[in-house]
């Protein structure tokens, strides 16, 4: 039978054909992603970092080529099987045990392990002896006993360094996503915010790291509250020079700042007498005041 099984086995290897036309499959893959990137950037949008379109490239042709890869495997497996089953089949061996004729090597491998388990049974009952007996004879042995105590140890340790590994990985990425926004310390305030599932896709979709996913997630936003901020620095600076008006005049006196109508409406709660000469003196006081 094990004769049969490396004959058949032979029979099924891989021709120098049949491996040169799969290469062929492989390299025009690998052609049409090279064209697919020269082409790429152009799809995408215009205001992408670069740098982050090249990654996400990237990511995408080495999951299509991963793909490749499986369905090439699967392909040449199943047609291996198929040989191997109709090697099976032709053969028309027996199963004595169900009376069916044996039709593939499924079916052949489980046969020989039932031979294999019926003729160990049946020698442990010429020992006077059951297979759960046995069983039990060898797990109580104080050797057996130890190896399985050690054996249980060193995976309570494995664990243990793999969650130590897992938590000191998530500080890091959490050091590395404060530094975009502070508001983020622990994974509950990332698991909080507002992109998250946006963030957990791109980590399991294309392999980026936590702190990556949220760079690239939250890219627009961070961008849109710098201008933000820019934009109301700029007006405040305005504003500032506008309360400063010098005035020159040949006459008396004249007010020298302009009293935003807010700060006027304060004043004259304060006292409804005051004038606007008053209140510009007033306010110029409190500018000076401001600016030391």
């Known amino acids: 039978m094990n004769e049969v099984i490396s004959?058949?086995?032979?029979?099924?290897?891989?021709?120098?054909?049949?491996?040169?036309?799969?290469?062929?499959?492989?390299?025009?893959?690998?052609?049409?992603?090279?064209?697919?990137?020269?082409?790429?950037?152009?799809?995408?949008?215009?205001?992408?970092?670069?740098?982050?379109?090249?990654?996400?490239?990237?990511?995408?042709?080495?999951?299509?080529?991963?793909?490749?890869?499986?369905?090439?495997?699967?392909?040449?497996?199943?047609?291996?099987?198929?040989?191997?089953?109709?090697?099976?089949?032709?053969?028309?061996?027996?199963?004595?045990?169900?009376?069916?004729?044996?039709?593939?090597?499924?079916?052949?491998?489980?046969?020989?392990?039932?031979?294999?388990?019926?003729?160990r049974a049946d020698e442990l009952a010429a020992a006077g002896l059951s297979e759960e007996t046995l069983r039990a004879i060898i797990d109580s042995h104080p050797d057996v006993k130890a190896a399985k105590a050690a054996a249980a140890e060193m995976e309570k340790a494995r664990q243990a360094y793999d969650r130590a590994a897992q938590e000191e990985s998530l500080k890091d990425e959490l050091?590395?996503?404060?530094?975009?926004?502070?508001?983020?310390?622990?994974?509950?305030?990332?698991?909080?915010?507002?992109?998250?599932?946006?963030?957990?896709?791109?980590?399991?979709?294309?392999?980026?790291?936590?702190?990556?996913?949220?760079?690239?997630?939250?890219?627009?936003?961070?961008?849109s509250m710098q201008t933000e901020r820019a934009a109301q620095a700029s007006a405040r600076a305005a504003a500032g020079k506008n309360h400063l008006v010098s005035s020159k005049s040949s006459g008396a006196p004249t007010a020298t700042v302009n009293v935003p109508p807010a700060v006027m409406a304060g004043y004259r709660a304060q006292n409804p007498r005051i004038t606007p000469a008053e209140a510009a003196k007033k306010y110029e006081r409190f500018l000076n005041l401001k600016r030391f």
């Open 7 to 119: 004959t058949a086995a032979e029979e099924v290897t891989e021709t120098p054909a049949e491996g040169a036309n799969e290469q062929t499959v492989a390299e025009s893959a690998a052609e049409g992603e090279r064209e697919q990137e020269v082409t790429e950037p152009a799809a995408e949008d215009a205001g992408q970092d670069p740098e982050e379109r090249h990654r996400q490239a990237q990511a995408r042709r080495k999951a299509e080529r991963e793909q490749l890869e499986r369905e090439l495997t699967e392909k040449i497996e199943s047609r291996n099987r198929s040989k191997m089953d109709a090697i099976v089949k032709a053969m028309g061996r027996k199963n004595p045990y169900t009376g069916k004729i044996i039709e593939t090597q499924a079916e052949l491998e489980e046969y020989n392990l039932d031979c294999e388990k019926r003729k």
């Open 175 to 223: 050091r590395e996503i404060g530094k975009l926004d502070p508001n983020i310390r622990t994974a509950q305030d990332l698991i909080n915010h507002a992109k998250y599932p946006e963030i957990k896709k791109l980590v399991r979709e294309n392999n980026h790291t936590l702190a990556e996913a949220f760079e690239i997630a939250t890219e627009a936003d961070r961008r």
